[in-house]
């Protein structure tokens, strides 16, 4: 799948030149590099912390649960885990746990993946290194980090709160508790992803993108070198094709006057519907240099990346690793964004959020 997108990628890119041979010589301009410094930062830490065996502790405990609490666990930890390592982490964690614990009990666990899958979209949009759109936009606005959370926490709380309902419709399984495997962790592996977490988080707060990914890389280097495998090449170069091809879509609908300045509202319903469109990174992309309200741009494109199977990458990663049938994951994916879209369109019109 990630393949198939580069090469979408490389396409639309080459389309572009055609149409403006200029575009080669500005396409540069349109990388963001503080964001792409970001990415492999946090891509680092979330190996890092994936090598210390947190997660496999994490998984058994859940196992240990029954009944309704394993499903409200399952759910929050899905938006814990996107909130502080990105919600592809969280997919690639989750998705083979629940497919085991169902298979164990003998039940289908498409619902219960489409769940975990708004859950990781959800929780990612909590912090400012949850998800690429959110790295995107407190990178080019150059926000502190607890003004960005003012305006995620709401969003997060209101969403799992909505999430949390639709929950309430999945049968609860009525096995006993999974036996307990004894796990190993690497404590220093995990205080340091930790660490570098809190480093990245500071030092991006003041600018300072790149000296937090030079650290980053140095001291995951030191604690465990097998790390260097977690920098995926592939997803840099499709996030640089992502920012030149959008970066010069947005230049072109820009100067047809297709899209004026938006603020409000009108970019909140926006970025969500586009979204559902491009997909929630390329939403950002496109409209990053019309608005200045980056408040109703992160909540509608992290709105968006639900509905839709096009509207996150992470939904994609679901799709493919559960093999999941794509009128089962819309089910309850779109009629979530739904409720979700008139909740804060409705707030975003009374003026109280965001």
């Not at 639709?166 to 992803?193: C, H, M, N, Q």
């Not at 996030?239 to 970066?247: E, I, N, R």
Request: net charge positive.
């Amino acid at each position: 799948m990630r393949e198939k997108l580069l090469s979408t990628l490389v396409l639309f890119y080459i389309l572009l030149l055609a149409m403006d041979p200029t575009f080669l010589y500005r396409s540069p301009s349109y990388v963001n590099l503080e964001a792409l410094s970001l990415i492999l930062s946090f891509m680092l830490v979330s190996k890092l912390m994936d090598m210390s065996g947190v997660f496999s502790k994490v998984s058994t405990w859940i196992l240990s649960m029954r009944g309704r609490k394993r499903i409200l666990l399952l759910l929050i930890t899905s938006e814990l885990v996107a909130a502080l390592l990105m919600n592809d982490t969280a997919l690639f964690f989750l998705i083979p746990l629940v497919i085991t614990l169902y298979r164990m009990t003998g039940g289908d666990p498409s619902d219960m993946l489409v769940l975990i899958t708004i859950g990781a979209n959800v929780g990612s949009a909590l912090t400012p290194f949850g998800n690429p759109q959110n790295i995107i936009i407190w990178s080019h606005f150059h926000m502190q980090a607890i003004s960005f959370l003012t305006v995620a926490l709401p969003f997060y709380l209101l969403s799992s709160t909505l999430l949390i309902i639709f929950s309430l419709k999945l049968p609860i399984v009525s096995e006993g508790p999974a036996k307990l495997v004894s796990i190993r962790l690497d404590l220093r592996s995990a205080v340091s992803a930790l660490l570098l977490l809190a480093i990245n988080l500071v030092l991006a707060s003041y600018g300072y993108y790149l000296i937090g990914t030079i650290t980053t890389l140095l001291i995951s280097l030191l604690v465990r070198k097998e790390v260097i495998r977690g920098i995926d090449i592939p997803l840099l170069v499709m996030f640089t094709f992502l920012f030149m091809d959008f970066g010069q879509l947005s230049h072109i609908l820009g100067s047809m006057g297709i899209i004026p300045n938006l603020k409000g509202v009108t970019v909140l319903a926006t970025s969500a519907l586009l979204s559902q469109i491009i997909s929630n990174v390329p939403a950002t992309i496109t409209l990053l240099n019309h608005t200045t309200d980056w408040r109703s741009l992160l909540v509608g494109v992290n709105l968006g990346g639900t509905g839709l199977i096009i509207g996150s990458m992470a939904n994609f990663i679901t799709l493919r690793m559960a093999d999941l049938k794509l009128e089962r994951f819309h089910k309850i994916s779109v009629p979530y964004f739904l409720a979700s879209a008139v909740m804060f369109i409705l707030l975003a019109l009374a003026g109280l959020y965001p």
